[in-house]
């Protein structure tokens, strides 16, 4: 098994001008880092978005633990590649890189067995619900709406989801009426999301939770950040909208921390952050054991599968930016019709995904 790998770049100024803003984050571009992994005359993929140093992270500490390991044994690469970071730090770039690798072995394998991955690891439905996410504070209304319509009225998804906190909650007056719009352009039959990316403190967030519920407002993403369980905890016992965080978690026993503080009534993971597949089906087994449903979050292309095989699947986020590179990308995209995406439906081997080497080539950084 000889790994390979590469990484591209996309500007962001291609469809949304400017800068992209969330609660309090800004970014004008997105690096995907590519990993391939060869097994005999199958090629496995999987990728992160994360820093180019992720690359060379992989070529330099990864790669020699995982080449002439029986494609069969992705658990046990998982825990080789885990060993080979630890004085490195495994949070942050290690376990994204870590991530990347561990897609692209479970892809190899499933290729090597002819199967979609989703019949590998076993499906528990065949339906994967997803929800509609972008709503950025930089959007004006007009372009917040229409983005909110494409995906009730145009796709069929009833589920969509806004960014507020502008500018670590300075803005709460604009917070509001952009929630109070984007309720006016999907109307009562879909759910309304928000996301403050932590940028509330803790009781402006109990505060701004008021005027939420009263917009139908169910789910509150990271009111305050997820780096202090303790708040998040508290004004999840003080709110009626669902408190949901995790997508910052890079290992298991981060997952488990915020379980064991009930700071979350959804927990979400990051398949791409928290060491891949291995890792994110483990989350969900720790979230099940405490009746709790868990949610992928972003690259909804590289969740699809593992996300058909947990029985406490809530949703999978299909975050605009991250569907419209992996459509530029990759052929094999998946199609959010009825508010669902179907894995495995093509019967195309492993993810169903094949890097499209005419279009990538244009954004490819190294």
């Keep these: 098994m000889l790994p390979t790998w590469h990484y591209f770049l996309w500007?962001?100024?291609?469809?949304?001008?400017?800068?992209?803003?969330?609660?309090?984050?800004?970014?004008?571009?997105?690096?995907?880092?590519?990993?391939?992994?060869?097994?005999?005359?199958?090629?496995?993929?999987?990728?992160?978005?994360?820093?180019?140093?992720?690359?060379?992270?992989?070529?330099?500490?990864?790669?020699?633990?995982?080449?002439?390991?029986?494609?069969?044994?992705?658990?046990?690469?998982?825990?080789?590649?885990?060993?080979?970071?630890?004085?490195?730090?495994?949070?942050?770039?290690?376990?994204?890189?870590?991530?990347?690798?561990?897609?692209?072995?479970?892809?190899?394998?499933?290729?090597?067995?002819?199967?979609?991955?989703?019949?590998?690891?076993?499906?528990?439905?065949?339906?994967?619900?997803?929800?509609?996410?972008?709503?950025?504070?930089?959007?004006?209304?007009?372009?917040?709406?229409?983005?909110?319509?494409?995906?009730?009225?145009?796709?069929?998804?009833?589920?969509?989801?806004?960014?507020?906190?502008?500018?670590?909650?300075?803005?709460?007056?604009?917070?509001?009426?952009?929630?109070?719009?984007?309720?006016?352009?999907?109307?009562?039959?879909?759910?309304?999301?928000?996301?403050?990316?932590?940028?509330?403190?803790?009781?402006?967030?109990?505060?701004?939770?008021?005027?939420?519920?009263?917009?139908?407002?169910?789910?509150?993403e990271e009111p305050v950040s997820s780096d202090h369980l303790a708040n998040l905890a508290a004004i999840r016992e003080q709110v009626t909208l669902d408190v949901a965080a995790g997508e910052y978690g890079y290992t298991l026993p981060y997952f488990e921390h915020m379980l064991a503080a009930g700071a979350v009534d959804c927990l979400q993971a990051d398949i791409t952050r928290c060491g891949g597949i291995t890792i994110w089906l483990r989350a969900a087994a720790l979230a099940q054991a405490r009746g709790i449903d868990i949610s992928g979050h972003c690259a909804p292309h590289a969740h699809a599968h593992a996300a058909a095989a947990v029985p406490n699947l809530r949703h999978l986020e299909w975050f605009h930016d991250h569907v419209r590179i992996e459509r530029l990308l990759f052929d094999g995209a998946l199609d959010p019709s009825d508010g669902s995406i179907t894995p495995g439906a093509t019967q195309f081997p492993g993810l169903g995904l094949t890097l499209n080497d005419r279009r990538a080539q244009a954004y490819r950084a190294g």
């Design 11 to 220: 500007n962001l100024t291609s469809q949304s001008p400017g800068v992209q803003h969330q609660g309090e984050a800004s970014w004008d571009s997105t690096t995907l880092v590519l990993a391939t992994v060869r097994c005999g005359n199958v090629t496995g993929l999987g990728y992160t978005y994360a820093p180019a140093a992720t690359a060379r992270l992989i070529s330099g500490l990864l790669a020699e633990v995982i080449t002439g390991c029986s494609a069969l044994d992705v658990p046990g690469m998982s825990e080789a590649m885990h060993r080979a970071v630890r004085n490195a730090g495994l949070p942050g770039v290690a376990a994204q890189a870590i991530a990347a690798v561990d897609i692209a072995l479970w892809d190899a394998k499933a290729r090597v067995l002819g199967l979609p991955l989703v019949d590998l690891l076993g499906a528990v439905s065949r339906k994967v619900p997803v929800y509609g996410s972008g709503g950025f504070t930089t959007y004006d209304d007009a372009q917040q709406e229409r983005q909110l319509r494409g995906w009730v009225e145009d796709q069929g998804i009833p589920r969509v989801k806004i960014k507020i906190a502008e500018s670590w909650g300075r803005h709460e007056s604009r917070d509001r009426q952009r929630v109070t719009k984007a309720r006016a352009a999907i109307g009562d039959a879909a759910d309304l999301y928000v996301d403050a990316n932590g940028g509330y403190s803790a009781k402006q967030a109990v505060r701004m939770s008021r005027a939420l519920a009263q917009e139908g407002v169910t789910w509150f």
